[in-house]
């Protein structure tokens, strides 16, 4: 349902030739404006859960939606592939997020790569230490697109939070047909050599089925290995989606076949059928024997300053029935606004041991990223009891795994109180400071 836009997309002056342009702002983001011209790069979502909660990993790119790759524990439970940075540059714009729209029955896909001749908006990425923000604005049609992304934190199951609002700020309504989210999802149980490898194969164990009435669960029929045992896997990935609707949350039941939006083509590069066909065919989908995907429909005709806003919310569940006590706890927009307040001071309470508050707000503001790439290292030393006598445990450290160290095999423990597999280089310069900043850790 359409609303009256009461915190419009600030507008930002950068013509979409201009060089791309850096600026810390004056709520502390590091702004890019352009982001999409810029030389190449990657960066990851900390991945900080909280004590209690279950971290999600989650990395993007300065293309495209930004989000190329996400999951939990390691690259074999992908919930969408990971890439290393080379593909990803090549392939967001193909695999990751993407907003399929239709404006008076013309097609525009935002954020997408710009082809010779194109028309697109004014592009800016907001990245805070817990969360990134993509907006395009003055965008065919008159519309501004904002995308927001974050985890929640102190959750039992590690999830990565969606928000896409659509404003209308041209001076007639506008009809929106749009499709949005993921064009390729990974069902739980494929491994990253199995991805890489035999991906076709793969594709036979693939199935999706519904849970909690209209949330699409992705989990391999069973684990995809050439033995005689057959192991059944009950664990998978969901998609729940919302449309915003004064503030309360109407459940989206999103597409998961890919042929009933693209085609047979196979190539998820143009949705044909979307564009070509007046409404999609749900019957029409195979729940099973193909790599599904995760998109959800939104119609909406948009007075001029109207808005309309969905939210997304992916993750890993190791059962339906932990699924069905998860979702309950949203059922309004605040719900979701309380998950990322609670975000920000997680991550804001992570740093405070290096508070720093100088004449240089862009120092200050290295000082945090700093510590907190430290942290993401080395850890939080946290004292806990123990049969023995008080045991450290340094919460949130990790091997330092991203797109560009391909390399390494990072882990992130899906359980509370996580703390991953480490180099003993980084003990020795990530935990050195530790006696300074946490005294109270004494000789343990």
Same mark, same amino acid.
């Given at each position: 349902?359409?609303?009256?836009?009461?915190?419009?997309?600030?507008?930002?002056?950068?013509?979409?030739?201009?060089?791309?342009?850096?600026?810390?702002?004056?709520?502390?983001?590091y702004?890019?404006?352009?982001?999409?011209?810029g030389?190449?790069?990657?960066?990851?979502?900390?991945?900080?859960?909280?004590?209690?909660?279950?971290?999600?990993? *989650?990395?993007?790119?300065?293309?495209?939606?930004? @989000?190329?790759s996400?999951?939990?524990?390691?690259k074999? +439970?992908?919930?969408?592939e990971?890439?290393?940075?080379?593909?990803?540059? +090549?392939?967001?714009?193909?695999?990751?997020?993407?907003?399929? *729209?239709? $404006?008076?029955?013309?097609?525009?896909?935002?954020?997408?790569? /710009?082809?010779?001749?194109?028309?697109?908006?004014?592009?800016?990425?907001?990245?805070?230490?817990?969360?990134?923000?993509?907006?395009?604005?003055?965008?065919?049609?008159?519309?501004?697109?904002?995308?927001?992304?974050?985890?929640?934190?102190?959750?039992?199951? #590690?999830?990565?939070?969606?928000?896409?609002?659509?404003?209308?700020?041209?001076?007639?309504?506008?009809?929106?047909?749009?499709?949005?989210?993921?064009?390729?999802?990974?069902?739980?149980?494929?491994?990253?050599?199995?991805?890489?490898?035999?991906?076709?194969?793969?594709?036979?164990?693939?199935a999706?089925?519904?849970? *909690?009435?209209h949330?699409?669960?992705?989990?391999?029929?069973?684990?995809? !290995?050439?033995?005689?045992?057959?192991?059944?896997?009950?664990?998978?990935?969901?998609?729940?989606?919302?449309?915003?609707? /004064?503030?309360?949350?109407?459940?989206?039941?999103?597409?998961?076949?890919? !042929?009933?939006?693209?085609?047979?083509?196979?190539?998820? @590069?143009?949705?044909?059928?979307? $564009?070509?066909?007046?409404?999609l065919?749900? =019957?029409?989908?195979?729940?099973?024997?193909?790599?599904? *995907?995760?998109?959800a429909?939104?119609?909406?005709?948009?007075?001029? #300053?109207?808005?309309?806003?969905? $939210?997304?919310?992916?993750?890993?569940?190791?059962?339906? /029935?932990?699924?069905?006590?998860?979702?309950?706890?949203?059922? +309004?927009?605040?719900?979701?606004d309380?998950?990322?307040?609670?975000?920000? /001071?997680?991550?804001?309470?992570?740093?405070?041991?290096?508070?720093?508050?100088?004449?240089?707000?862009?120092?200050?503001?290295?000082?945090?990223?700093?510590?907190?790439d430290?942290?993401?290292?080395?850890?939080?030393?946290?004292?806990?009891?123990?049969?023995?006598?008080?045991?450290?445990? &340094?919460?949130?450290?990790?091997? &330092?795994?991203?797109?560009?160290?391909?390399?390494?095999?990072?882990?992130?423990?899906?359980?509370?109180?996580? =703390?991953?597999?480490?180099?003993?280089?980084?003990?020795?310069?990530?935990?050195?400071?530790?006696?300074?900043?946490?005294?109270? $850790?004494?000789?343990?």
């Open positions: 349902m359409a609303h009256q836009d009461k915190t419009p997309v600030k507008r930002l002056d950068c013509p979409p030739t201009a060089p791309p342009s850096h600026v810390l702002d004056a709520d502390g983001r702004l890019i404006r352009g982001y999409d011209r030389p190449a790069f990657s960066s990851f979502l900390p991945g900080v859960a909280g004590p209690a909660g279950v971290p999600l990993w *989650c990395m993007y790119v300065n293309r495209a939606q930004a @989000i190329v996400f999951g939990v524990h390691n074999d +439970q992908a919930i969408v990971f890439l290393p940075a080379t593909w990803a540059y +090549q392939l967001v714009g193909v695999q990751g997020f993407r907003t399929f *729209c239709k $404006i008076d029955g013309q097609y525009y896909e935002p954020f997408a790569l /710009d082809p010779v001749g194109g028309t697109q908006g004014q592009r800016a990425m907001a990245i805070e230490p817990d969360a990134l923000t993509l907006t395009e604005t003055g965008a065919p049609g008159g519309l501004d697109f904002e995308v927001a992304y974050f985890s929640p934190v102190n959750q039992p199951l #590690g999830a990565l939070v969606r928000r896409v609002r659509v404003t209308n700020r041209a001076r007639q309504a506008r009809q929106l047909e749009l499709l949005d989210g993921l064009p390729l999802i990974l069902p739980a149980g494929f491994t990253d050599l199995g991805m890489k490898q035999l991906r076709h194969i793969h594709e036979a164990y693939a999706v089925r519904l849970a *909690c009435d949330v699409p669960f992705y989990a391999a029929k069973v684990v995809a !290995h050439d033995e005689a045992e057959v192991t059944p896997v009950t664990h998978g990935h969901f998609y729940a989606a919302w449309l915003v609707t /004064d503030s309360t949350l109407k459940p989206i039941e999103a597409f998961v076949d890919p !042929h009933v939006i693209f085609g047979g083509g196979q190539d998820l @590069i143009t949705p044909r059928r979307f $564009i070509a066909t007046e409404r065919d749900r =019957s029409a989908q195979l729940w099973e024997n193909r790599l599904p *995907c995760a998109l429909p939104i119609e909406a005709r948009l007075a001029p #300053g109207e808005s309309i806003e969905w $939210i997304a919310l992916i993750g890993f569940a190791p059962s339906e /029935d932990a699924l069905a006590r998860f979702l309950p706890q949203f059922t +309004q927009a605040a719900d979701f309380a998950a990322r307040a609670a975000s920000r /001071d997680l991550v804001t309470s992570v740093v405070e041991p290096t508070a720093t508050f100088s004449s240089l707000p862009l120092l200050d503001a290295y000082t945090r990223q700093n510590w907190l430290n942290v993401l290292r080395g850890g939080v030393p946290r004292v806990l009891p123990a049969r023995n006598g008080p045991a450290l445990l &340094h919460l949130y450290a990790r091997r &330092h795994g991203d797109l560009e160290r391909d390399y390494n095999y990072f882990i992130l423990p899906p359980h509370p109180l996580s =703390s991953g597999a480490g180099n003993y280089r980084d003990i020795c310069q990530n935990r050195r400071c530790d006696v300074w900043f946490f005294p109270e $850790i004494g000789d343990l």
